[in-house]
C-alpha cells in the first residue's frame, strides 16, 4: 500500500502544510520545526490563504521544561547581588552572563514538603520527590510509595493530546526502583521528579539513542525496518523523498531553515552514534553508566539538552522534566578534576577545599545550562526565538547542600517573553513562598486549568 506524504498536492489546489506535518520514511517520521508555510510569519505564510485555520498554527505554542540538579548548591557563591534589573552575577552563577536577558533568577521560593514534618532525615530523597509535586513523600523503602502528580504530568493530561508525545522524561543518571536510598526512603523517590499519579512515577531515558528514537522512531514500524535502520547511514536518507517533495514547495528561508534543521538533526546522531561506538569498540570495566553514554558529563549533559530542543522545536512535545542527576547523587566529575562523589562533597562542614570542589560542580552544571539557553535564544521562532516561547525552569530541591535547607532554593526561570513574562531581573518574593506558587502562574501559562497544586498559596508574580 502506497502513503500519501503530507506534502502532496491535489490537483487545483495550493499546498496546505498542518503544524503537525512531518517527514516520513521506512520507519521514521520527522516532525519539523515552525516554518513560515504554516501559518507564522513571512511573505510565504501571508500568501498562502488556502491553509486550514483548523491545522496551522498562527503562533507559537507554549512549551516548558523542569531541570533538576542534585545536591543543593554552595549558596554564599550561588546568591547574586541586588535585586530587579541592576544585579551582579555571582562567581557560580558567572557563565550566564551572556543570556541574563533572557531569565529571572528567582529568590526566597521554599518547598516545605522536603522538610522533615516529623519524618526525620532523608533531605536528598525528600528534595526529588517534592521538587515537582509540593508532596510530603511517604516514608518507606517497600512497593507502598505514596507521593502526589508532578506538575508536568499535570499540564500533560490537560494538554498532552495536543502532540505526539505527551511529555518527555529524561535525566543522566539512573536509580534505583526499589529499596532503601535515603534514610529508610525508598529509591524511587531519589529516583524520579516526573509522577503520574501518588504511586506511579514516569521512568526517564539516559540513553541518548533511546531519546532520539523516540523523538523520530515511528512505533509501527516492523523487525525487518528497525534491523534496516539500525545499518542506516541516516535517517535523513529515509527522509529523502518527503523532503524534496517540501523543498519544492517553499521559499528561500523556509528552505534555509529546513536545511539547517536537517544539519541539526544530522550532527546530534551522529554524536548519539559516536558514543555508542565509543563504549562498543572500548568497553570500560569499571564504567557504570550503560553502554551508548558519553563517557564525559559534559556531552552527555549537552546532547540530552541539544535533543530537547529538537524536541521543542518540532513541537514533538511541549512537556518535559530532564533530571540531571538522582536525588543525592554522589557522582564524580573527572573531566573537572573531582574525583570525590558530590554528595559526599556537599556534607563539606567548612572544609575550604571540599568547598571549592562544590564551587566547581555548581559552576559546572551552570555552564551546560547556560549553553542550553543560549541555543534556545539563537533558534528562531515566529517573530522571535524558541526561547521565548517556553518555560524552562532549573534548580534543586535543597538550597544548600551543607545545610540541608528547603527554603531560599536556588532556582532560575528562563525564556517565556511570548507568555508575558518580564526577564532580565533577579526577583525576590517574601519567606517561605511555596515553589508551588510558581508552578500555578505556569499552569496557568500553559492554558492548563487549575486553581492550586501542591502547597500552593495562589499564582506567583512574575
Not at 512535545?317 to 573537572?336: A, D, K, L
Not at 513574562?421 to 525576590?428: K, L, Y
Request: neutral net charge; hydrophobic residues 35%.
Amino acid at each position: 500500500m502506497t502513503r500519501q506524504s503530507d506534502f502532496t498536492r491535489r490537483a487545483g489546489q495550493s499546498l496546505q502544510v498542518s503544524r503537525r506535518a512531518a517527514l516520513r520514511g521506512i520507519g521514521v517520521t520527522m516532525a519539523l520545526p515552525m516554518l513560515d508555510i504554516m501559518g507564522g510569519t513571512g511573505s510565504i505564510a501571508k500568501a498562502a490563504s488556502t491553509i486550514s485555520s483548523g491545522t496551522s498554527a498562527a503562533a507559537a505554542p507554549l512549551r516548558s521544561a523542569f531541570i533538576f540538579t542534585p545536591n543543593g548548591v554552595n549558596f554564599p557563591a550561588w546568591k547574586p547581588s541586588g535585586v530587579g534589573r541592576e544585579f551582579k552575577l555571582s562567581q557560580t552563577l558567572q557563565p550566564l552572563d551572556s543570556v541574563r536577558k533572557h531569565l529571572n533568577i528567582m529568590q526566597g521560593l521554599t518547598l516545605q514538603k522536603a522538610r522533615a514534618n516529623g519524618d526525620g532525615p532523608g533531605d536528598h530523597a525528600r528534595s526529588s520527590a517534592t521538587f515537582l509535586t509540593g508532596q510530603q513523600a511517604r516514608k518507606t523503602s517497600g512497593n507502598d510509595i505514596s507521593l502526589g502528580i508532578s506538575i508536568d504530568q499535570f499540564a500533560a493530561k490537560q494538554i498532552g493530546r495536543e502532540t505526539r508525545l505527551p511529555s518527555l522524561e529524561i535525566g543522566c543518571e539512573n536509580g534505583k526502583p526499589a529499596g532503601n536510598c535515603d534514610s529508610g526512603y525508598s529509591c524511587a523517590y531519589s529516583s524520579n521528579v516526573s509522577w503520574w499519579d501518588e504511586d506511579t512515577p514516569m521512568p526517564k531515558m539516559i540513553d541518548p539513542a533511546a531519546v532520539f528514537e523516540t523523538l523520530f522512531g515511528d512505533a509501527q514500524r516492523t523487525a525487518e525496518q528497525r534491523a534496516t535502520l539500525r545499518r542506516r547511514a541516516s535517517i535523513l536518507d529515509y527522509v529523502r523523498d518527503d523532503s524534496r517533495r517540501l523543498e519544492r514547495r517553499l521559499g528561500t528561508t523556509d528552505r534555509e531553515k529546513l536545511a539547517e534543521f536537517q544539519n541539526a538533526v544530522r550532527e546530534i546522531e551522529r554524536r548519539v552514534q559516536s558514543a555508542a561506538a565509543e563504549t562498543d569498540e572500548a568497553p570500560d570495566p569499571g564504567r557504570t553508566a550503560p553502554a551508548g553514554i558519553p563517557r564525559k558529563l559534559s556531552e552527555h549533559i549537552d546532547l540530552m539538552y541539544d535533543m530537547l530542543l529538537l524536541a521543542f522545536r518540532t513541537d514533538s512535545t511541549r512537556i518535559s522534566t530532564f533530571m540531571i542527576g538522582t536525588g543525592g547523587s554522589n557522582r564524580s566529575i573527572p573531566e573537572i578534576g573531582i574525583k570525590e562523589g558530590h554528595h559526599q562533597l556537599s556534607h563539606h562542614r567548612g572544609d575550604e577545599d571540599m568547598v571549592e570542589k562544590i564551587r566547581k560542580i555548581d559552576r559546572f552544571y551552570v555552564e551546560r545550562f547556560a549553553r542550553f539557553v543560549d541555543n534556545m535564544a539563537k533558534t528562531p521562532e515566529g517573530q522571535g526565538s524558541l526561547l521565548d516561547n517556553c518555560l524552562i525552569m532549573y534548580g534543586s530541591g535543597i538550597s544548600d547542600g551543607n545545610r540541608h535547607n528547603h527554603e531560599d532554593l536556588p532556582i532560575v526561570l528562563a525564556g517565556g517573553r511570548n507568555s508575558g513574562i518580564d526577564t532580565g531581573r533577579v526577583v525576590a518574593y517574601p519567606k517561605e513562598t511555596p515553589l508551588c506558587n510558581l508552578y500555578v502562574s505556569m499552569l496557568e501559562r500553559m492554558g492548563c486549568d487549575v486553581q492550586s497544586f501542591g502547597d500552593s498559596t495562589g499564582p506567583l508574580s512574575i
